[in-house]
């Protein structure tokens, strides 16, 4: 019962305050504001637990954010090349999300080109965690061809069943060298299938949103009467998230 009336509120604020499959619910995905201090000419490199890039954490190795004026972003100005001086880097950010509901991800991927005298292979792993999730690997070819002014950038699409409240998705680089596979343009949002799959009538919705907001009264004077109301801390807080996201977005 609970699973149903949290995806029932959650549903009902999809309408009222229009998180929709549209709205990216990632924070800074083109890894444009930061603190960001250029020590090379290319950018500045970032160690673990940096989080010079809002929204995002440094979580393995070392990462480079590459500015638009040293190679081409896909978005805005700025990118991450995954490897850094240690390789293998990771970029993480925590999401707010609602457990069975699909979630698409969107991201544009493409390589160093610096390596040009040894064309490889750039490999990502990208891990969506959410009390233990799916683990998917993209990767991209670096040519002779490719060149700062034109970075061959390509979009990488995944869908994703959230598990928990929050989820973690991470970005890691597989390769061991300086020279990895760059990130721009993430987007994280629901999925149209999760939305339309669940869209009422009218009516129904009218029915759903006096029921709701009479639910919603009730629960509030349950709290303060200390009764028990079968709301897990887990779904309060989810709901609150989304209420959260919903306003920012309007």
């Avoid at 979580?59 to 700025?78: F, L």
């Avoid at 925590?94 to 699909?102: E, H, N, P, R």
Wanted: net charge negative.
């Amino acid at each position: 019962m609970n699973r149903w009336i949290l995806t029932l509120a959650a549903l009902m604020i999809v309408f009222a305050f229009g998180v929709s499959a549209e709205a990216n619910l990632v924070t800074n995905g083109s890894f444009e504001p930061g603190n960001y201090v250029p020590e090379y000419s290319w950018g500045m490199r970032l160690s673990p637990g940096d989080t010079n890039i809002t929204g995002w954490t440094v979580s393995v190795a070392t990462v480079d954010w590459v500015v638009g004026t040293y190679w081409q972003a896909e978005d805005g100005n700025m990118s991450v090349d995954l490897s850094g001086a240690s390789g293998q880097g990771e970029l993480s950010q925590t999401i707010s999300t609602v457990a069975g509901l699909k979630y698409t991800l969107d991201f544009y991927l493409s390589g160093n080109p610096d390596n040009y005298n040894d064309p490889a292979i750039d490999n990502v792993k990208v891990l969506l965690e959410s009390t233990g999730g799916p683990v998917t690997s993209y990767s991209f070819t670096v040519t002779g061809t490719q060149t700062h002014s034109n970075m061959d950038w390509t979009l990488e699409t995944a869908t994703f069943t959230a598990t928990g409240a929050s989820t973690t998705l991470s970005f890691q680089s597989q390769n061991d060298s300086g020279y990895g596979p760059v990130l721009d343009n993430v987007s994280f949002a629901l999925s149209s299938s999760s939305e339309t799959s669940f869209i009422p009538e009218p009516a129904t919705l009218v029915v759903w949103s006096l029921l709701g907001g009479a639910g919603l009264l009730g629960l509030r004077g349950a709290r303060r009467r200390g009764s028990r109301t079968g709301w897990s801390e887990e779904n309060r807080v989810a709901i609150q998230r989304i209420i959260e996201q919903g306003c920012s977005k309007r």
